[in-house]
DNA sequence: CGAGTGACCGCAA
DNA sequence: ATTGCGGCCACTC
């Protein structure tokens, strides 16, 4: 176990959301052990490396993420490039768009 | 080393 | 229906 295995959980839960899927924070933070903890998965995203998708990270209500690198319209843009359809700053259909990990 | 902040979520008035 | 508050962990100053 290294030090913050939260953090880590975090990363591998981002990096494995396939283009054109979406994962919420709740989610994260309950697959990553803390149910509780999905303002932490937004801390982490903040301070976290760019190479992992974070734009495919929404909260609850399919609602884009408000201090994302270029704000709301950067996100809005970065989901739109994935084939999203976003409607006042909420992804249309996004409960068909959300993604459950699976280990396979 | 201590305290504050944060890209959220759920519930209570 | 809206508004306000507490809670959790990691990171920064």
Redesign the pocket.
Known sequence: MT?????ERVYELVAQIPEGRVM????I?VLSG???????????????P?ELP??R?????G???????GGKLG?QLALEAEGFEIKDFQIVDFQERRWLPSYH
């Open positions: 030090g913050s295995d939260f953090r919420t924070y709740g989610d933070a803390h149910a509780h903890a999905a303002r932490i998965v937004g801390g982490i995203a903040h301070f976290g760019t974070w734009h990270v929404v909260n609850r209500l609602g884009l993420a408000a201090g994302y690198y996100h």
